[in-house]
């Protein structure tokens, strides 16, 4: 008896054994390469948890690890017997490693794209984050910080990269701003949280779980993050280094806010915590919030920079106007620092978090600026400089501290630190003068 027509049809339609095994042989590959979309067509919704949201966890990762130091540094000294250099060079490897990885790491992203690029590196923090919580002295914790900061040294770089491709410009330095707080809620999650986790669990276990975050954070980028159509690969040879470093805008930007940036990334991450301790001598607890307090500035302050940034281009005024601005009254907080100022001790470290993250708007301003095949490039040429600067001030800021002698409970002088900040003021102030006299004239 034969089969009814609609039955015939569906039986031809229906793939052949081989045609499955060849569907499963090729699925990695589909994983690996993502469903391709041409940029603009996605809608704002889907652009929303398609592309911002997997990056901007990311983000979250990168600057919670960058910053967990500061709540486990009792813990550190306490277990590996850590003199103020040696926590300064263990926290700051982790600048070291971010920076030289930036020019490998802009390469990739320009031939391979942000999804895949992240994909890999996070595995490879994940690896870093198991090997810190196995670590039991200075070598090993070194080692594996160090691996962490190449394992994260993309989450920035790749949502601006992937940013860049699905957004329109006007809207770029306002979803910066979003995606600098996202990073600023990971700094958060690094103080009172993290204080409160440690009741509950050791830091080891602790280190464990964020590991379990970073692979969860890969997986969500590989399968949900779309892939553009593939570009003609343009070799990173040394007239493009040389295009980006001398690009006009680059170098003025470069000139103004590199070095603050620097202070900013290197100071925020570890020494705050440790001046708070030392010279006002408050408990773990109280800085834990102050902290908090500090990280909750940095999301409303990168947010508040990405809008202002925005309004300031609808209405032809120049954004680095604005930065030279920002890094005016930067300077000044420090130089509070620097003077011992009693009257506003508490307000001071929430103050330097907040106006400090004017110094995240030179990523827009050189973005903007440059070809759309080198933002991948001139962003990792910022972040090179920016994290080699920061991994100078952290440890450098620890090597000036040594200087003094501790109380016998292990607290440091306050001239100790005035005398650091003091040098930070100093390294800081010829780029904001060359600036403003080139302005004024």
């Given at each position: 008896?034969?089969?009814?027509?609609?039955t015939?049809?569906a039986q031809?339609?229906?793939?052949?054994?081989?045609d499955?095994?060849?569907?499963?042989?090729t699925?990695?590959?589909?994983?690996w390469?993502?469903?391709e979309?041409?940029?603009?067509t996605?809608?704002g919704p889907?652009?929303?948890?398609l592309v911002?949201?997997?990056?901007a966890?990311?983000?979250?990762?990168s600057?919670?690890l960058r910053?967990?130091?500061a709540m486990?540094?009792?813990?550190?000294?306490?277990?590996?017997?850590?003199?103020?250099?040696?926590l300064?060079?263990l926290t700051?490897?982790?600048f070291?490693a971010f920076?030289?990885?930036?020019l490998p790491?802009g390469i990739a992203l320009d031939?391979?794209?942000?999804?895949?690029?992240?994909?890999?590196?996070l595995l490879?923090?994940a690896i870093?984050?198991?090997?810190?919580?196995g670590g039991?002295d200075?070598?090993?914790?070194?080692?594996a910080?160090a691996?962490?900061?190449?394992?994260?040294?993309?989450c920035?770089?790749?949502?601006?990269?992937a940013?860049?491709t699905?957004l329109p410009?006007?809207?770029l330095?306002?979803?910066?701003?979003?995606?600098?707080?996202?990073?600023?809620?990971?700094?958060a999650?690094?103080t009172?949280?993290?204080?409160?986790?440690?009741?509950?669990m050791?830091?080891?276990?602790?280190?464990?779980?964020l590991?379990?975050?970073?692979?969860?954070?890969?997986?969500?980028i590989?399968f949900?993050?779309?892939?553009?159509?593939?570009?003609?690969?343009r070799?990173?040879?040394?007239?493009?280094?040389?295009?980006?470093?001398?690009h006009?805008?680059f170098r003025?930007?470069?000139?103004?806010?590199?070095?603050?940036?620097?202070v900013?990334?290197?100071?925020?991450?570890l020494?705050?915590?440790r001046?708070?301790?030392d010279?006002?001598?408050?408990?773990?607890?109280?800085i834990?919030?102050?902290?908090?307090?500090g990280?909750?500035?940095?999301?409303?302050g990168?947010?508040?920079?990405?809008?202002?940034?925005?309004?300031a281009?609808?209405?032809?005024?120049?954004?680095?106007?604005?930065?030279?601005?920002?890094?005016?009254?930067?300077?000044?907080l420090?130089?509070?620092?620097?003077s011992?100022w009693?009257?506003?001790?508490q307000?001071?470290?929430?103050?330097?978090?907040?106006?400090?993250c004017?110094?995240?708007?030179?990523?827009s301003?050189?973005?903007q600026?440059?070809?759309p095949?080198?933002?991948?490039?001139?962003?990792?040429c910022?972040?090179?400089?920016?994290?080699?600067?920061?991994f100078i001030?952290?440890?450098g800021?620890?090597q000036?501290?040594?200087?003094w002698?501790?109380s016998?409970l292990?607290?440091y002088?306050a001239v100790?630190y005035?005398?650091a900040?003091a040098l930070l003021?100093?390294i800081?102030l010829?780029?904001?003068?060359?600036?403003?006299?080139?302005?004024?004239?």
């Amino acid at each position: 008896m034969r089969a009814p027509a609609a039955t015939r049809d569906a039986q031809a339609a229906a793939p052949l054994p081989s045609d499955w095994r060849r569907r499963w042989a090729t699925a990695p590959a589909r994983w690996w390469c993502g469903r391709e979309r041409v940029p603009g067509t996605l809608s704002g919704p889907a652009t929303l948890f398609l592309v911002f949201i997997p990056f901007a966890l990311g983000h979250y990762i990168s600057w919670l690890l960058r910053s967990v130091n500061a709540m486990l540094a009792p813990q550190l000294v306490a277990q590996a017997n850590l003199t103020p250099s040696q926590l300064g060079m263990l926290t700051s490897t982790y600048f070291l490693a971010f920076a030289f990885a930036q020019l490998p790491i802009g390469i990739a992203l320009d031939r391979y794209g942000p999804r895949r690029v992240q994909f890999v590196l996070l595995l490879i923090a994940a690896i870093g984050t198991l090997a810190f919580a196995g670590g039991r002295d200075f070598a090993g914790l070194a080692i594996a910080r160090a691996l962490m900061g190449f394992g994260l040294a993309a989450c920035f770089m790749s949502a601006i990269k992937a940013l860049n491709t699905w957004l329109p410009a006007n809207k770029l330095p306002s979803v910066q701003g979003y995606l600098i707080a996202a990073g600023g809620l990971g700094a958060a999650t690094a103080t009172l949280p993290v204080r409160l986790a440690l009741h509950h669990m050791s830091w080891q276990w602790l280190m464990i779980a964020l590991a379990g975050a970073c692979i969860a954070v890969a997986l969500l980028i590989l399968f949900l993050a779309p892939t553009p159509p593939a570009a003609p690969p343009r070799p990173f040879t040394r007239s493009a280094l040389v295009e980006t470093f001398t690009h006009p805008v680059f170098r003025e930007t470069a000139m103004l806010v590199l070095l603050p940036h620097t202070v900013f990334f290197g100071v925020q991450g570890l020494w705050i915590a440790r001046w708070l301790a030392d010279v006002p001598r408050y408990g773990e607890q109280a800085i834990a919030w102050l902290l908090y307090l500090g990280m909750a500035a940095v999301i409303f302050g990168s947010i508040a920079v990405g809008m202002l940034t925005e309004w300031a281009a609808k209405r032809g005024w120049r954004t680095l106007d604005i930065a030279a601005a920002g890094i005016l009254v930067f300077l000044l907080l420090q130089c509070a620092f620097a003077s011992g100022w009693r009257p506003a001790q508490q307000v001071l470290p929430v103050l330097f978090m907040l106006v400090g993250c004017v110094t995240g708007m030179e990523y827009s301003i050189v973005a903007q600026a440059v070809p759309p095949a080198l933002t991948g490039r001139a962003s990792t040429c910022l972040n090179l400089l920016i994290f080699i600067g920061a991994f100078i001030v952290q440890a450098g800021f620890g090597q000036v501290i040594g200087f003094w002698r501790p109380s016998p409970l292990g607290n440091y002088p306050a001239v100790a630190y005035q005398c650091a900040f003091a040098l930070l003021v100093l390294i800081q102030l010829p780029g904001l003068c060359r600036y403003l006299l080139r302005r004024f004239r």
